[in-house]
């Protein structure tokens, strides 16, 4: 059933409002509700179905500005619930304003299932695993009329705004939950743009990362563009540390496959064929494709890179696959490869991870990539024996278990997640209720709480650690090469870290909360670390400090106590960040010196 898209009602402050246009006069359906404010676009109102599409007339008619709405439509139908329908703004062609830098040529604004309109929080979860984004948000919170007064648009290159209740609501209350501003004389065109010659509006670098959500054939050279990449500094062969990565990771494998340098044509439309076939889309597509193109560029690059256009959650992820896939190439022991899978599912989707895997040998006919193909084959069958290759296969777990511990302090409930996801991967824990029972000692007994810096000279750690609450003791080993008179001094780097050990674990015995500030570059330096809170039984957060290559060297150059520029390069080419799984938490921080990202809770929060 085709279904009319509701007429908006002018806010009365409005000054775009003529004499067809209906108006707010009563907002008491917006008062006392958290509402989020978006920019009102100048497109064609449209809606899209599993199985079509129309403008706002229901028998519109074909028109050239609409065949790349359809072509998009095309793509993504089948992914929209019979019943539901997708509402937004066909951006393709130019009306009275000139776009520039759209990340598509259309953009969600609503979701319906029948008669109801999703919260807003759905609507963008359900439009971003379409591949379709939403217009900028300008402002959230609960309704203030003098905040949404003082809204100050560009009417120059803004048509207006649109507030909408956060919450879903009904058909029939959708005059009072949705309101808008449009600039005065909105119109200025003296034909209208259908019976003009069409025009498009320009995309910008990040529509290359939406068509990719959507289902598009991937372009390898405009992905690189939108994530300020160059082909260049994807070529070359494959950093030194990537086999200690891989067996970092807990697949008990090292080594690396010769690969062609460069971005790989072929790999590129191989995994998004692969992950076509496996039903990903959205970020998990995305990821599965950023990944083949980046396999070249370390790990902390590529995430510190992609934090920018893609967000710290997405970047880490489509990092952590580039490092991964290596795994799945090398021999390994059938009796050990079910544990070794558990051990890499809180990394990875391993579904995206094995398409990656399979891709990147794509085009190569060397026995090596025979033997590593069959690798890759034999380790997807045992995955998908386990039930290991859906999108999130330790969900049912974690929600049962969150459920049953409703109500505890969250650390707590963190550490007893990550303990059980231990023994699931152990094969010792199957179910909620096994889980549940295998947890008990964690829930009451108090037990103290490393966390540890990882990162670079220079990348924030220590200021970072200034800024957290409670801390009862902060353990900087150049804090203690100072005491023995250079802090710069490493002649006696095996007795700092045996002085700084023994103090950690005095700290963890007297229970509190530690910070373990060094730069903890790779997992042999960490587990040293790692060892001393098992062993007071403490749970581990990792700070993983991810910055970009120039700004850790604008950094460091800024700093009391610069080190030499020799030597951060150096340790740069040494960085390896933890994976998932190898801390009870980690927490990713981002340029800016907040925690941009979470692994490792019980309620599945983001920062």
Request: with cysteine.
């Amino acid at each position: 059933m085709r279904v009319h898209y509701p007429r908006t009602p002018h806010l009365p402050w409005s000054p775009g409002v003529t004499s067809d246009d209906i108006r707010a006069g009563d907002l008491s359906g917006l008062r006392g509700r958290e509402v989020v404010v978006t920019e009102k676009l100048d497109g064609e109102n449209t809606t899209l179905y599993a199985d079509g599409l129309h403008a706002r007339s229901l028998d519109s008619a074909h028109h050239p500005s609409r065949a790349w709405v359809k072509a998009l439509q095309g793509r993504i139908g089948g992914r929209i619930p019979a019943g539901w329908r997708v509402c937004g703004e066909n951006m393709y062609a130019r009306h009275s304003l000139t776009y520039q830098g759209l990340e598509s040529w259309f953009y969600g604004f609503s979701v319906w299932a029948g008669e109801r309109c999703l919260g807003w929080d759905g609507t963008v979860s359900f439009l971003r695993d379409l591949g379709v984004p939403v217009p900028a948000v300008l402002w959230r919170g609960v309704f203030d009329e003098r905040a949404l007064r003082g809204l100050r648009l560009d009417a120059g290159r803004q048509e207006g705004y649109v507030v909408r209740a956060v919450e879903g609501f009904g058909r029939e209350e959708f005059a009072g939950r949705v309101a808008k501003w449009v600039r005065r004389d909105h119109v200025r065109t003296d034909t209208h743009w259908m019976h003009a010659t069409v025009v498009p509006n320009e995309l910008g670098p990040g529509a290359a990362l939406w068509a990719v959500r959507s289902g598009a054939d991937p372009d390898a050279s405009a992905l690189l563009t939108a994530v300020g990449l160059t082909e260049a500094e994807t070529a070359g062969a494959e950093t030194t540390g990537a086999g200690a990565e891989t067996a970092d990771a807990g697949a008990g494998t090292a080594g690396v496959g010769a690969e062609a340098a460069g971005v790989g044509v072929e790999a590129v439309a191989e995994v998004a064929a692969r992950l076509d076939a496996i039903g990903r889309c959205g970020d998990a597509r995305l990821a599965g494709v950023l990944a083949v193109v980046l396999r070249s560029v370390p790990r902390a690059r590529s995430a510190a890179r992609l934090a920018g256009p893609l967000g710290m959650r997405a970047a880490r992820r489509v990092a952590d696959l580039a490092g991964l896939h290596r795994a799945l190439h090398r021999p390994y022991p059938d009796d050990e490869r079910r544990t070794g899978l558990r051990r890499l599912a809180p990394a990875a989707d391993l579904g995206v991870l094995h398409a990656v895997a399979a891709a990147v040998l794509a085009g190569r006919a060397d026995e090596e990539a025979g033997h590593e193909r069959e690798q890759v084959e034999w380790s997807a069958l045992h995955a998908e024996d386990a039930g290991l290759l859906g999108p999130e296969p330790l969900e049912p777990l974690r929600s049962g278990l969150r459920e049953a511990l409703a109500g505890l302090d969250a650390e707590a409930a963190d550490r007893c997640w990550a303990e059980a996801r231990d023994a699931w991967a152990r094969g010792k824990v199957t179910t909620v209720e096994e889980a549940v029972a295998a947890t008990w000692r964690w829930r009451s007994k108090p037990f103290p709480w490393l966390i540890q810096l990882v990162g670079p000279s220079g990348s924030g750690k220590s200021t970072f650690a200034a800024g957290l609450p409670e801390i009862d003791v902060h353990l900087s080993l150049d804090d203690l090469r100072a005491g023995r008179g250079s802090r710069t001094d490493q002649r006696a780097n095996r007795a700092v870290l045996g002085d700084g050990l023994d103090r950690l674990d005095a700290a963890l015995a007297a229970g509190g909360t530690v910070v373990w500030d060094a730069t903890s570059l790779n997992q042999h330096q960490r587990s040293v670390v790692h060892a001393v809170a098992r062993r007071r039984d403490a749970l581990t957060t990792y700070a993983v400090v991810l910055v970009t290559d120039d700004e850790l060297h604008r950094r460091n150059a800024r700093r009391a106590h610069p080190v030499p520029s020799h030597v951060l390069t150096a340790q740069l080419h040494r960085f390896v960040p933890p994976y998932p799984g190898q801390a009870h938490r980690i927490w990713y921080v981002g340029a800016h010196g907040t925690v941009d990202d979470v692994d490792g809770t019980l309620d599945g929060r983001e920062a």
